[in-house]
C-alpha cells in the first residue's frame, strides 16, 4: 500500500513515502499505524506542511493536542522559537505527569546542512537485550520521575523545589497497541526505584542505561528540510547535542489524551516563562513562597517539556 523501508543505517525506524497533505483512505490510515507501531519512529520525506495539515496528518497516529500552546516552533533563530541552542540529555516528554504524551512529531522547516540532529534511543530493542534474570527482576518496580532542575545529569528527588510534581511509572510498561514490553527510565529525570536502597537503585538505573544507551540502540537523525519526524515518546527517547551553528527550525506537534496544562493546571505561566528563557525551568529561578504559581514549569524543558529537541 506504501513504499516503505527500514530507514537506512539506522538501528530502528521506517521510512515511509507518502504525501501527508494528501487525503487518506481508513485502510491507508491503518496501514500507517501499522508501520508506526513496528518500531515507534516513523520518519517521512519531502513534506512541506502547515501546522494543521501536521496537525491533521499526527491524527492519524493519536489523538492530537491543539490548545493554544500545543503547536509551535522549536527554533535557535525564530522570534518565537523555544528551547535556543541548548543541549538535551535523553528523556520522555513530561514523564512526571500521571498521563506522558504518546508521541511527538517534528517537521523540519529550515535546517542547516550539518546542524544538531535528534537521537533516539529504543526502549523496545533494549528490553529485547535484557537477560532473562534482569527481566524477572524489573517485573512489578515502579520508578519515580521528577521535573528536571539541572540540564547536564539525572535529577534527584533532593533537587526538586515546592510545587513541584513527580510521577511514578512501571519500569517495564507495554507498547500501546502492541503489549511488548520497554524499558522506562531516562538519564534526566528518573530519581529512583521505588523500594530499592538508594545505592541499589542507582546501580540497577545504571545498568538498564547500558542497555538503553549502547551506540547500536541509538539512532540519530540528521535533519533535512521537509522531513516529519513521528515517534512513540513512552517506548522511545530522545536528545540533542548543543546548536553550535546553522539554522534549526522545526514545526513540533504532540499527540497525547492529556495536555500537560490540563494535568498541572496549577503550572500556569509555564509557556510564558519559557518564552522569555528556557534556561529558567532549571534550577533556583525563583522564591516560591514569594509566588502563587509555586515553581518553576514543568513542561518548559527537554527533559520532560513538550517543549522538544
Same mark, same amino acid.
Given at each position: #500500500?506504501? @513504499? =516503505?523501508?527500514?530507514?537506512?543505517?539506522?538501528?530502528?525506524?521506517?521510512?515511509?513515502?507518502?504525501?501527508?497533505?494528501?487525503?487518506?483512505?481508513?485502510? %491507508?490510515?491503518?496501514?500507517?499505524?501499522?508501520?508506526?507501531?513496528?518500531?515507534?519512529?516513523?520518519?517521512?520525506?519531502?513534506?512541506?506542511?502547515? #501546522? %494543521?495539515?501536521?496537525?491533521?496528518?499526527?491524527?492519524?497516529?493519536?489523538?492530537?493536542?491543539?490548545?493554544?500552546?500545543?503547536?509551535?516552533?522549536?527554533?535557535?533563530?525564530?522570534?518565537?522559537?523555544?528551547?535556543?541552542?541548548?543541549?538535551?540529555?535523553?528523556?520522555?516528554?513530561?514523564?512526571?505527569?500521571?498521563?506522558?504524551?504518546?508521541?511527538?512529531?517534528?517537521?523540519?522547516?529550515?535546517?542547516?546542512?550539518?546542524?544538531?540532529?535528534?537521537?533516539?534511543?529504543?526502549?523496545?530493542?533494549?528490553? %529485547?537485550?535484557?537477560?532473562?534474570?534482569?527481566?524477572?527482576?524489573?517485573?512489578?518496580?515502579? =520508578?519515580?520521575?521528577? &521535573?528536571?532542575?539541572?540540564?547536564?545529569?539525572?535529577?534527584?528527588?533532593? @533537587?526538586?523545589?515546592?510545587?513541584?510534581?513527580?510521577?511514578?511509572? =512501571?519500569?517495564?510498561?507495554?507498547?500501546?497497541?502492541?503489549? &511488548?514490553?520497554?524499558?522506562?527510565?531516562?538519564?534526566?529525570?528518573?530519581?529512583?526505584?521505588?523500594?530499592?536502597?538508594?545505592?541499589?537503585?542507582?546501580?540497577?538505573?545504571?545498568?538498564?542505561?547500558?542497555?538503553?544507551?549502547?551506540?547500536?540502540?541509538?539512532?540519530?537523525?540528521?535533519?533535512?528540510?521537509?522531513?516529519?519526524?513521528?515517534? @512513540?515518546?513512552?517506548?522511545?527517547?530522545?536528545?540533542?547535542?548543543?546548536?553550535?551553528?546553522?539554522?534549526?527550525?522545526?514545526?513540533?506537534?504532540?499527540?497525547?489524551?492529556?495536555?500537560?496544562?490540563?494535568?498541572?493546571?496549577?503550572?500556569?505561566?509555564?509557556?510564558?516563562?519559557?518564552?522569555?528563557?528556557?534556561?529558567?525551568?532549571?534550577?533556583?529561578?525563583?522564591?516560591?513562597?514569594?509566588?502563587?504559581?509555586?515553581?518553576?514549569?514543568?513542561?518548559?524543558?527537554?527533559?520532560?517539556?513538550?517543549?522538544?529537541?
Amino acid at each position: #500500500m506504501f @513504499d =516503505a523501508m527500514p530507514i537506512p543505517g539506522a538501528p530502528f525506524g521506517i521510512e515511509v513515502k507518502a504525501d501527508l497533505a494528501a487525503s487518506f483512505t481508513a485502510a %491507508e490510515k491503518e496501514a500507517l499505524r501499522q508501520l508506526y507501531r513496528r518500531d515507534g519512529l516513523i520518519l517521512f520525506r519531502g513534506q512541506k506542511l502547515s #501546522m %494543521e495539515q501536521q496537525m491533521e496528518a499526527c491524527s492519524i497516529f493519536g489523538p492530537v493536542l491543539r490548545g493554544e500552546h500545543d503547536g509551535y516552533l522549536v527554533s535557535n533563530v525564530a522570534k518565537d522559537g523555544l528551547l535556543g541552542d541548548l543541549e538535551l540529555l535523553f528523556h520522555h516528554d513530561i514523564p512526571y505527569v500521571p498521563e506522558p504524551f504518546l508521541a511527538g512529531a517534528l517537521h523540519a522547516l529550515e535546517v542547516s546542512e550539518g546542524v544538531s540532529g535528534t537521537k533516539f534511543a529504543s526502549g523496545l530493542r533494549a528490553y %529485547e537485550r535484557l537477560p532473562r534474570q534482569l527481566r524477572e527482576r524489573l517485573v512489578g518496580l515502579n =520508578a519515580v520521575f521528577v &521535573r528536571p532542575r539541572h540540564e547536564s545529569r539525572r535529577n534527584r528527588l533532593i @533537587d526538586s523545589l515546592p510545587g513541584d510534581n513527580c510521577a511514578v511509572h =512501571a519500569v517495564l510498561p507495554g507498547q500501546r497497541g502492541m503489549g &511488548r514490553p520497554f524499558v522506562f527510565v531516562n538519564s534526566q529525570s528518573t530519581a529512583c526505584i521505588i523500594g530499592l536502597p538508594e545505592s541499589e537503585s542507582d546501580a540497577l538505573i545504571e545498568e538498564l542505561f547500558s542497555y538503553l544507551y549502547a551506540q547500536d540502540n541509538i539512532y540519530e537523525h540528521k535533519w533535512r528540510n521537509g522531513d516529519l519526524v513521528i515517534w @512513540d515518546n513512552l517506548a522511545l527517547q530522545h536528545a540533542r547535542g548543543r546548536i553550535t551553528h546553522g539554522v534549526r527550525t522545526l514545526q513540533r506537534v504532540t499527540i497525547a489524551r492529556l495536555s500537560y496544562d490540563q494535568q498541572y493546571p496549577a503550572d500556569a505561566a509555564w509557556f510564558s516563562d519559557l518564552q522569555e528563557d528556557p534556561l529558567q525551568s532549571f534550577g533556583t529561578r525563583q522564591n516560591t513562597a514569594q509566588s502563587p504559581r509555586g515553581a518553576a514549569p514543568a513542561a518548559t524543558l527537554a527533559a520532560g517539556a513538550s517543549r522538544n529537541p
